[in-house]
């Protein structure tokens, strides 16, 4: 079974940039597609990004693009969330996720999760 642990997350200014990373353990990741999704007080969690199994597609919410990055090195098991020019409604806990090969922007079709990450981001 692949555990998925989130690290980078912290308080940053409008415009700052942060870089998550989201690092498996347990078993080879390179077969797991995976998604960033992030969750605000009171709100449902919500998709921000996407990367295939091999790395080779992508997929962003609007809110995102243009901002953040996702990317992989499967050679270190970790997959990037790079955040730039972030805004202060970028503030939410960042999750990431992982399934079997299938890339998805639906939060209910991941089955391994991470803890999450608090990104806070001031005015």
């Known amino acids: 079974q692949v555990q998925l642990v989130e690290r980078g997350g912290g308080l940053a200014q409008a415009g700052d940039s942060l870089r998550l990373s989201c690092v498996a353990s347990?078993?080879?990741?390179?077969?797991?597609?995976v998604g960033w999704f992030h969750q605000a007080p009171g709100k449902e969690r919500e998709f921000v990004a996407a990367?295939?199994?091999?790395?080779?597609?992508?997929y962003y919410a609007d809110s995102v693009k243009g901002r953040f990055t996702i990317f992989r090195e499967n050679a270190e098991n970790t997959v990037y969330l790079q955040m730039n020019s972030l805004k202060p409604e970028d503030t939410a806990v960042y999750y990431c996720?992982?399934?079997?090969?299938?890339?998805?922007?639906?939060?209910?079709?991941?089955?391994?999760w991470g803890q999450g990450t608090q990104v806070t981001v001031s005015s």
């Open positions: 990367i295939n199994w091999r790395g080779s597609h992508t």
């Open positions: 347990g078993r080879t990741f390179t077969s797991y597609a």
């Open positions: 996720a992982g399934q079997l090969f299938s890339t998805s922007i639906i939060p209910d079709d991941y089955n391994i």
